[in-house]
């Protein structure tokens, strides 16, 4: 396949149309003779530095070549002769360019040009280069040129394809790609490059069978086998798309972003393992690359191995210290350790060092939202929305951080304003849900959270935001199938889906299967995660007291009155189950105290409690 990554080898293509010269020639001989004789002697030395892979040799050589020729010299074997030092300033441009010195090359092929106008591969070079160097335009001004001298030149139209797509103009793209097939049916990279704009237009399909044609046209080509992955992890297809990069890398072994390229799509299958194990390949490729240490920390951090994590985040800190996703993604994982100082500080530092950086302000005004910090919250949600107007992530937190204040009507609006950027977005609606449920709205509830499973099956909050919506209705069953979905997407974590299941099994008299249900969960342990301990709390493996003096002790005083909310819930719905209604009357009492009115454990405490007072008076 070939690659738009490196510019076209201009000297190979000079060598196999003859024109570099195997002896010299002058206009009239004598010393002319002799000049182009040494200048052609110099580019012979460049051409045996470029087969070494010696791009300094071969500028050493070019450059020593424009020295000792004159600008009349000529070369060539054919009827066209040309100039020795369009062939030295082409050679060195060359070089230039294989360095990635694209200033340099420009200017080196800008005198080739000069020197030899008709020269179609001159542009096609410096096209490259300025396609490179982020200035499309100018590449394509080049690419025009080349292909008015040569029409049938499908390279060109491919390279001008590209240029086009770096502007942003898929339709030119797709035009110059269908060009391409037109003038050579089997040049594979028009189809890889026509299948990436399907890809990115949504049409997978399309993309697919582009994809399936560049790779019967080459099949050793090892980049449409992982573009052609990509195309099936965006459908879903991950063992299909697993193939598809294992064939890639059988193909080029040391390429590491194919490694990194299957890792994402183990983690997407949840196999956490087998994905750290092909970015521990990627790091032994290209151990000074700061980017392999961030991924392998964010999946150590997913395993909750958050020791590990941080130790790679500050190696990846060490290699680049001014990488800021190292920081905003150490300062996740401080997060989950409830080290919220340190996460703050990250967040912070990374802030400092780009302040237009959306997952920065998103990531902290998260933290802040998760400290119950809401004015905090919507400063940096506020902050964020100015950044990007369409990042959808500001709507939601902002909607939580009005909830947490109670301001309700402020929630909804901007969950509406989230909801006219993107109507597909299922969280949108399951939190619009939460709004509806704390308004007492509950067919509103579970209509909305109806919404957000047809936009995604998957979306685990939308089924917990349902079951609450009609336990509160009083339709425990419905409710506990939708948290049995919620323990089905969820198959290792849900401990807290699987600690309410528990609940409402016991509340029907079903106790072993509770038991079950919790035992488990619980077989994977997370110690950090809060809904962990409530679920090791319910099958009888930890105390009451213990649970409320771990609360207590965390310095996080706003966070306080939720937690015990759940902790006085849990425990007053296990007293029910073990037959004590008066505890747990108490108990659900509690945590109506705690004054958390917007917590999910304080609606169904209050609901309970009243299901408790109706049976005494029965």
């Given at each position: 396949?070939?690659?738009?990554?490196v510019?076209?080898?201009?000297?190979?293509?000079?060598?196999?149309?003859?024109?570099?010269?195997?002896?010299?020639w002058?206009?009239?001989?004598?010393?002319?003779?002799?000049?182009?004789?040494?200048?052609?002697?110099?580019?012979?030395?460049?051409r045996?530095?470029?087969?070494?892979?010696?791009?300094?040799?071969?500028?050493?050589?070019?450059?020593?070549?424009?020295?000792?020729?004159?600008?009349t010299?000529?070369?060539?074997?054919?009827?066209r002769?040309?100039?020795?030092?369009?062939?030295?300033?082409?050679?060195?441009?060359?070089?230039?360019a294989?360095?990635?010195?694209?200033?340099?090359?420009?200017?080196?092929?800008?005198?080739?040009?000069?020197?030899d106008?008709?020269?179609?591969?001159?542009?096609?070079?410096?096209?490259?280069?300025?396609?490179?160097?982020?200035?499309?335009?100018?590449?394509?001004?080049?690419?025009?040129?080349?292909?008015?001298?040569?029409?049938?030149?499908?390279?060109v139209?491919?390279?001008?394809?590209?240029?086009?797509?770096?502007?942003?103009?898929?339709d030119?793209?797709?035009?110059?790609?269908?060009?391409?097939?037109?003038?050579?049916?089997?040049?594979?990279?028009?189809?890889?490059?026509?299948?990436?704009?399907h890809?990115?237009?949504?049409?997978?399909?399309?993309?697919?069978?582009?994809?399936?044609?560049?790779?019967?046209l080459?099949?050793?080509?090892?980049?449409?086998?992982?573009?052609?992955?990509?195309?099936y992890?965006r459908?879903?297809?991950?063992?299909?798309?697993?193939?598809?990069?294992?064939?890639?890398?059988?193909?080029?072994?040391?390429?590491?972003?194919?490694y990194?390229?299957?890792?994402?799509?183990?983690?997407?299958?949840?196999?956490?393992?087998?994905?750290?194990?092909?970015?521990?390949?990627?790091?032994?490729?290209?151990?000074?690359?700061?980017?392999?240490w961030?991924?392998?920390?964010?999946?150590?951090?997913?395993?909750?191995?958050?020791?590990?994590?941080?130790?790679?985040?500050?190696?990846?800190?060490?290699?680049?210290?001014?990488?800021?996703?190292?920081?905003?993604e150490?300062?996740?994982?401080?997060?989950?350790?409830?080290?919220?100082?340190?996460?703050?500080?990250?967040?912070?530092?990374?802030?400092?060092?780009?302040?237009?950086?959306?997952?920065?302000?998103?990531?902290?005004?998260?933290?802040?939202?998760?400290m119950?910090?809401?004015?905090?919250?919507?400063?940096?949600?506020?902050?964020?929305?100015?950044?990007?107007?369409?990042?959808?992530?500001?709507?939601?937190?902002?909607?939580?951080?009005?909830?947490?204040?109670?301001?309700?009507?402020?929630?909804?609006?901007?969950?509406?304003?989230?909801?006219?950027?993107?109507?597909?977005?299922?969280?949108?609606?399951?939190?619009?849900?939460?709004?509806?449920?704390?308004?007492?709205?509950?067919?509103?509830?579970?209509?909305?959270?109806?919404?957000?499973?047809?936009?995604?099956?998957?979306?685990?909050?939308?089924?917990?935001?349902?079951?609450?919506?009609?336990?509160?209705?009083?339709?425990?069953?419905?409710?506990?199938?939708?948290?049995?979905?919620?323990?089905?997407?969820?198959?290792?974590?849900?401990?807290?889906?699987?600690?309410?299941?528990?609940?409402?099994?016991?509340?029907?008299?079903?106790?072993?299967?509770?038991?079950?249900?919790?035992?488990?969960?619980?077989?994977?342990?997370?110690?950090?995660?809060?809904?962990?301990?409530?679920?090791?709390?319910?099958?009888?493996?930890?105390?009451?007291?213990?649970?409320?003096?771990?609360?207590?002790?965390?310095?996080?005083?706003?966070?306080?009155?939720?937690?015990?909310?759940?902790?006085?819930?849990?425990?007053?719905?296990?007293?029910?189950?073990?037959?004590?209604?008066?505890?747990?009357?108490?108990?659900?009492?509690?945590?109506?105290?705690?004054?958390?009115?917007?917590?999910?454990?304080?609606?169904l405490?209050?609901?309970?409690?009243?299901?408790?007072?109706?049976?005494?008076?029965?």
């Open positions: 396949m070939r690659k738009h990554f510019p076209v080898l201009a000297l190979t293509l000079w060598i196999s149309f003859g024109l570099l010269p195997q002896t010299g002058g206009a009239d001989g004598g010393d002319k003779r002799d000049t182009a004789e040494e200048g052609d002697r110099w580019l012979q030395k460049a045996a530095a470029e087969k070494r892979g010696d791009h300094d040799g071969v500028i050493a050589a070019a450059t020593q070549a424009l020295a000792v020729a004159k600008p010299d000529l070369a060539g074997d054919g009827p002769k040309v100039p020795i030092h369009a062939l030295a300033y082409g050679s060195r441009g060359y070089a230039h294989r360095k990635r010195e694209w200033d340099h090359a420009i200017a080196d092929y800008t005198k080739a040009i000069e020197l106008p008709k020269e179609r591969w001159y542009y096609v070079s410096r096209g490259d280069a300025y396609s490179m160097k982020g200035e499309p335009d100018q590449a394509i001004q080049d690419y025009d040129k080349a292909l008015e001298l040569d029409p049938a030149e499908v390279y139209y491919v390279s001008r394809g590209v240029a086009y797509e770096h502007k942003g103009n898929l030119r793209a797709l035009q110059d790609y269908n060009k391409a097939i037109q003038v050579d049916p089997k040049y594979d990279w028009a189809y890889s490059r026509r299948a990436g704009i890809k990115t237009r949504g049409d997978l399909d399309r993309a697919l069978q582009d994809y399936n044609k560049a790779i019967e080459d099949p050793k080509g090892a980049l449409n086998y992982a573009s052609r992955g990509a195309a992890v459908k879903g297809e991950l063992d299909r798309a697993i193939r598809d990069f294992s064939a890639a890398i059988k193909l080029r072994p040391k390429l590491a972003s194919l990194v390229a299957r890792s994402k799509a183990y983690e997407r299958k949840g196999e956490l393992d087998k994905a750290i194990a092909d970015v521990n390949r990627s790091i032994g490729l290209n151990p000074k690359d700061a980017a392999g961030i991924r392998r920390g964010r999946l150590y951090s997913r395993k909750g191995e958050h020791d590990r994590a941080i130790q790679d985040f500050d190696r990846a800190i060490k290699l680049r210290p001014k990488e800021v996703r190292a920081y905003v150490r300062a996740e994982t401080y997060r989950q350790r409830e080290q919220f100082d340190r996460a703050i500080q990250d967040y912070n530092r990374a802030i400092r060092l780009d302040p237009k950086s959306p997952k920065a302000y998103s990531g902290r005004g998260y933290l802040y939202l998760t119950q910090e809401h004015d905090l919250a919507i400063r940096d949600c506020t902050a964020l929305m100015k950044l990007d107007p369409d990042d959808l992530s500001a709507y939601i937190g902002l909607a939580w951080a009005h909830i947490g204040k109670g301001e309700l009507n402020r929630a909804m609006s901007a969950l509406e304003k989230g909801i006219q950027v993107e109507p597909r977005l299922c969280f949108l609606y399951s939190t619009r849900a939460r709004v509806h449920v704390l308004n007492g709205e509950l067919a509103r509830a579970v209509k909305d959270c109806d919404k957000a499973i047809a936009l995604d099956p998957k979306d685990s909050f939308a089924y917990f935001e349902r079951s609450s919506a009609r336990w509160l209705n009083g339709e425990a069953d419905k409710a506990l199938a939708d948290l049995r979905k919620l323990i089905e997407i969820d198959a290792k974590g849900g401990a807290r889906a699987r600690a309410y299941a528990a609940i409402l099994l016991g509340r029907m008299r079903r106790p072993k299967e509770a038991a079950r249900l919790v035992a488990e969960r619980l077989k994977q342990p997370l110690p950090g995660s809060s809904g962990y301990k409530l679920a090791r709390f319910w099958a009888g493996k930890g105390s009451e007291d213990d649970l409320r003096k771990e609360i207590v002790a965390t310095k996080y005083k706003k966070m306080h009155p939720g937690r015990l909310c759940d902790l006085y819930f849990f425990s007053g719905m296990r007293a029910l189950q073990n037959g004590d209604p008066e505890t747990a009357r108490k108990k659900l009492q509690a945590a109506l105290d705690t004054g958390a009115e917007r917590r999910a454990t304080y609606l405490a209050a609901y309970e409690l009243k299901r408790i007072r109706n049976d005494k008076r029965r």
